[in-house]
């Protein structure tokens, strides 16, 4: 079995940060690509940024400059840091990543059950 946790959601100002982080564990052999999607209500979930084993990030263009999204391998986590926070940046924040379970076997999917971020003044 393997788990994704987030924490670090919260309530905040506009303007404020927040440092996301996302732990995996259970059966993993390695995690390839991990990603962070947010889903407003009402919304669609959209990805936010993502990140390869080697350390290249992509970002919405919504966040770029805003947000950091980064990860150790060696303790299978992954992190957000979230500033200069807007009103539209809340949402439920979810991490997924790519995992090999086994050496030799498929890389499968798997998702963190969420962590709220609202930012309101």
């Known amino acids: 079995q393997v788990q994704l946790v987030e924490s670090g959601g919260g309530l905040v100002q506009p303007g404020g940060s927040l440092r996301l982080s996302c732990a995996a564990s259970g059966s993993i052999f390695r995690i390839y690509a991990m990603a962070w999607y947010r889903q407003a209500p009402g919304n669609q979930r959209e990805l936010v940024a993502s990140i390869t084993r080697g350390g290249s990030t992509d970002y919405v263009d919504s966040v770029k400059g805003r947000f950091t999204i980064s990860r150790d391998n060696a303790k299978n986590t992954m992190y957000l840091q979230m500033n200069s926070l807007k009103p539209e940046d809340t949402a439920v924040y979810y991490c997924?990543?790519?995992?090999?379970?086994?050496?030799?076997?498929?890389?499968?999917?798997?998702w963190g059950q969420g962590t709220q971020v609202t930012v309101s003044s």
């Open positions: 997924k990543g790519n995992v090999q379970v086994w050496a030799g076997t498929s890389l499968l999917d798997y």
